[in-house]
Every structure is written in structure tokens, then in C-alpha cells.
């Protein structure tokens, strides 16, 4: 046998690193933090092990463990403490995340991401105001009433400027949300925070553990008028190019895993950064096998986070941040 290449030369333990290809860096990682207005405790997330919601006076000291890990940034999601018809707690200066984040930027150096949408705020559990007559479920051809929803987007977004947040990330799917949430920020003169879009955000089954986390699960139906058919990957290019022209400074793509073709087609055509919601089903479905001693949760995580990369995202949002962090 005489093979001229050999792949397995340089597959030795001293050369691996010097040619491997990707690489996760505790940079890369953005940690997701639940903040709770119900609460004066810090309470588990049963469906999400390690994780917690935590109450205002808490959330310092949350940040504080995630910074400890070398991850320097969060996204913020709110719990507020009453929800109603339109979300009106979302954009309150007195609200959860309003006031999270004000503590957050005081007192800690963490860059802060803020979910913008209002599924967590109003009391039907949709992304945003419900058309007439949508209420009940009854009629499954209503929805979200999209234009009407921009408004509130912005003002959301400016409250979450105003409390000090150094980047937005809108999450509704709601057609025009960036660049109404773009002249709303500049409107206030808040030209210098930039908007990470949920560009490319699918109706998926994997959000399942999040929708117990925030308590943001629909009351009736689905989010399937807003968030796009996990069948469609050319409707993801279209997607993302609205939100481009709309002024977003990074594009997400979401789920994760399932969704590596998008992540891939999304680096390939644009420019602009690149980061992957590697989400709550993600992170439940690991732990779930690993608790039955089916997996090795440590490795499959970081393999996880690795193809991600590999994929062609440059930022990855993940729950697994600080545990990965920590063993970088
Ligand atoms: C809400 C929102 C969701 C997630 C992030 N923001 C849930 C949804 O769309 O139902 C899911 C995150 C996760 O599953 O980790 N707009």
C-alpha cells in the first residue's frame, strides 16, 4: 500500500490544534439571563437545568456569575409582573428588563443585549397586538396585527436604550420591525445602538423549555403567521435582505442545530456578523439524554457549539455559555 496523502498525519495530539479550523472562544458566547418581576427568589427553570429566573435585586449578581466565566455578554429577558391585552409592562421605565437593566450597566461591566418583543407581556402570549376578533382562538386565520405592532417595538426598544442597554435584539417576526425599531432609536437620538435582528427565526418546536422559562407560551394557536415555515430556506435570504435594507447591524438565525444550512446560506450572502440561537430545546434535549447517562453532556455540548461555528456563525447565543466558558 503506498498512499501519498494521509489525513491521519496530522491527526496526532500535537499537531491537532495547530490545524484545526474552528474554534470557540468565550468571546463568541452570549448567555441568556431570565429576570423575574414575580419573584424575591431566585427560582430553578425545571426544564432547563443549571438555569434560573431571577428577581430584579438578583440580576447583578447573575450577571456577575456569568461574567466570572469569561463570557462577557447577556441577553436580557423579562418576566413582568402583570401582563395585559397589548404588553404595555414591555415598554414601562419601571418595567423588569428596564430595570435590570439599569442595575446591569451601573454596576457590572457586561455588554447587554435586550429581548424586544412582547410575547412575555401581554396576556395572550402572542408577539404582539391581536387583530379584532382574534381573541379567543376562535377564528385560526387571525393573528397578530402586524403594523400596529411596529409601533410598540419601538417604543420598547427606546426603553431599553434609555435604561442603558448596549445592543437590541427584536424577536417577533413582525414584518418591519427593524427599521421601525431603527427610526424609533434614532428619533430618540439613540443612533449608536445597534439592532441584532432576529432575522431568519423559525416556528419551531424546540422553544418548547423557553416558553416555560419566560412564560410566553400562546394562549390559543400558534406563532406560525409570524415565524417562518422550518420547510423554507430561500424565504430565510429574503428575510434577512428586509432586514439589511431596514439598517439591522447583526443577523440571527434561530433555531440552531436544525438549522445549520441557514446559519451557512446567511455567512455566504452577507456581510454583516452572524449569530445562532442554539435554543432551549437544544439545551433541554442534551440534558435530558445525559441525565440517562445516554451522552456525555460536556462533549456534546461543545461539539454542539463547535458546528455552530463551523457553520459560520460568529456569535452564538447559548445556555450552555457559561459551563462551556468555564472549561475553555
Ligand atoms: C420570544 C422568544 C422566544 C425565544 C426567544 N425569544 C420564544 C418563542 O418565539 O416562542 C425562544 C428561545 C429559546 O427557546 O431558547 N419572542
Known amino acids: 500500500m503506498n498512499l501519498t496523502d494521509r489525513p491521519r498525519r496530522l491527526r496526532r495530539d500535537g499537531v491537532r490544534g495547530m ?74 421605565d419601571d418595567g423588569v428588563v428596564q430595570e435590570a437593566t439599569r442595575r446591569i450597566v451601573d454596576d457590572t461591566d457586561a455588554y447587554v443585549i435586550t429581548d424586544v418583543c412582547l410575547c412575555e407581556y401581554t396576556d395572550h402570549g402572542h408577539c404582539g397586538v391581536l387583530e379584532e376578533g382574534a381573541r379567543d382562538g376562535a377564528d385560526p386565520r387571525l393573528t397578530v396585527e402586524n403594523d400596529e ?32 425599531i431603527r427610526s424609533a432609536l434614532d428619533d430618540a437620538a439613540f443612533r449608536d445602538v445597534p439592532i441584532m435582528s432576529y432575522a431568519a427565526k423559525y416556528e419551531s418546536a424546540f422553544y418548547g423549555p423557553f416558553r416555560d422559562a419566560a412564560d410566553g407560551a400562546p394562549a390559543f394557536g400558534d406563532r406560525r403567521h409570524y415565524q417562518m415555515d422550518p420547510a423554507n430556506r430561500r424565504e ?66 461543545l461539539e454542539s457549539l463547535i458546528s455552530i461555528k463551523r457553520a459560520g456563525a460568529d456569535l452564538i447565543l447559548t445556555y450552555f455559555a457559561e459551563d462551556v466558558a468555564e472549561r475553555l
Open 19 to 92: 490545524v484545526s479550523e474552528t474554534d470557540v472562544t468565550a468571546s463568541d458566547l452570549i448567555a441568556p439571563v431570565f429576570v423575574d418581576a414575580t419573584t424575591d427568589e431566585r427560582v430553578p427553570i425545571e426544564s432547563m437545568p443549571g438555569h434560573e429566573r431571577v428577581p430584579v435585586e438578583e440580576a447583578v449578581a447573575r450577571v456577575e456569575e456569568v461574567r466570572s466565566t469569561g463570557v462577557e455578554s447577556v441577553m436580557v429577558f423579562g418576566i413582568p409582573e402583570s401582563k395585559d391585552e397589548r404588553g404595555t409592562r414591555a415598554w414601562a
Open 149 to 180: 405592532t411596529l409601533d410598540l417595538l419601538g417604543k420598547i426598544a427606546v426603553s431599553h436604550a434609555a435604561a442603558g442597554a448596549d445592543m437590541v435584539a427584536p424577536s417577533g417576526m413582525i414584518d418591519g420591525m427593524v427599521g421601525a
Open 236 to 301: 430565510a435570504m429574503r428575510e434577512v435582505r428586509l432586514d439589511i435594507e431596514q439598517g439591522a447591524d447583526a443577523l440571527m438565525v434561530k433555531p440552531a442545530l436544525p438549522y445549520l444550512d441557514i446559519v451557512r446560506d446567511v455567512r455566504e450572502e452577507f456581510d454583516h456578523p452572524v449569530a445562532a440561537y442554539n435554543v432551549s430545546g437544544e439545551y433541554a434535549m442534551l440534558h435530558a439524554a445525559a441525565e440517562k447517562g445516554w451522552l456525555d453532556l460536556e462533549a456534546a455540548a
